[in-house]
C-alpha cells in the first residue's frame, strides 16, 4: 500500500493551494459498515458450503481532506479506508461420520480514493447535503485456514482501479466540530492464489487432508458502504 499513500500524499499537496473561504479544509475520521462482500474460489466451487462466501458483517476505518473550491458550492478530496471482514464456519467431513471442521477466511481491502462533490443548494452553515464521486485504486488480501492450518499466498493481483459515487450530510455544531454521515456506492474486487504447503492436518486426533490444488479466488467489496465519524473544519 506504499504507492497508493504516496498518491494520497501527493494529491493533497496539489489541491492544497486550492483552499478557499472561511472553511475551506476540512478534515475527518471515519468508521464504515458495508453490507456484503463475496469471496469465490475454484477449488471449493462444488463444495455446496464453501462455494461462494458471502460476508455481511465488513467493517472499515478510514480519514479523508476535503477542500471548498471559490463559491463552496463543490469540494475536493482525497481519502484512504481499510476494510475486513471473517467469515467462519465448518466443513463437514463425510469420511469421519461428518466431522465439522473449523474453516476461516479472511480479507482486508485498503483504498486510496480522490472524489469531487457538489454541495445541494438547500443546505446551510449548519447542514450540508452533498452528492459526488470520483476514482480510487484498491488492493488486498485474503487468508484461510481448515483445522488451524493456514494456506499460503502464492499470488495477487497489485492493484484495482475503480469508480463510486456517493452522497451524505455534513453537520456542523460548533464553528470547527461537525458529524458526516455517507452513503457510498462501489465495486471493488481483486484476485488471489493460494495453496496448502502441506498435505494434511490434525483435529480431534484425525487426519485432515487439506485441498492441493492451487486455489484462485476472487474477492468482491459489493455491498453498499455507510460511514459516519468527525469532522474539524479548518
Excluded: C
Excluded at 490444488?213 to 468527525?230: C, E, P, Q
Amino acid at each position: 500500500m506504499r504507492r497508493n499513500t504516496v498518491i494520497l500524499i501527493v494529491s493533497m499537496l496539489l489541491v492544497v493551494p486550492l483552499r478557499a473561504g472561511e472553511h475551506g479544509l476540512t478534515l475527518s475520521l471515519t468508521g464504515s459498515y458495508t453490507t456484503g462482500a463475496r469471496i469465490t474460489s475454484d477449488v471449493f466451487r462444488t463444495d455446496e458450503f464453501t462455494a461462494d462466501r458471502l460476508i455481511s458483517a465488513n467493517y472499515g476505518v478510514g480519514f479523508d481532506v476535503r477542500w471548498n473550491l471559490p463559491g463552496e458550492r463543490y469540494t475536493i478530496g482525497a481519502a484512504f479506508e481499510r476494510v475486513s471482514g471473517v467469515d467462519r464456519r465448518s466443513v463437514l467431513y463425510t469420511q469421519y461420520n461428518f466431522l465439522a471442521v473449523p474453516y476461516e477466511e479472511s480479507y482486508e481491502v485498503q483504498g486510496v480514493e480522490l472524489s469531487g462533490s457538489f454541495i445541494v443548494p438547500i443546505s446551510s452553515d449548519e447542514l450540508r447535503f452533498s452528492l459526488g464521486g470520483g476514482a480510487g485504486l484498491y488492493e488486498g488480501s485474503r487468508t484461510y485456514t481448515i483445522a488451524g492450518v493456514r494456506a499460503e499466498t502464492t499470488t495477487a493481483t497489485q492493484q484495482y482501479a475503480g469508480i463510486h459515487v456517493m452522497t451524505g450530510v455534513d453537520y456542523r455544531f460548533h464553528s470547527v466540530l461537525g458529524l458526516r454521515f455517507e452513503v457510498k456506492f462501489r465495486d471493488p474486487h481483486f484476485t488471489v492464489t493460494s495453496q496448502f504447503r502441506q498435505q494434511s492436518a490434525t483435529y480431534q486426533g484425525r487426519r485432515i487432508p487439506l485441498p492441493q490444488a492451487s486455489d484462485n479466488s476472487t474477492v468482491n467489496l459489493f455491498g453498499v458502504n455507510y460511514r459516519g465519524g468527525i469532522v474539524v473544519t479548518l
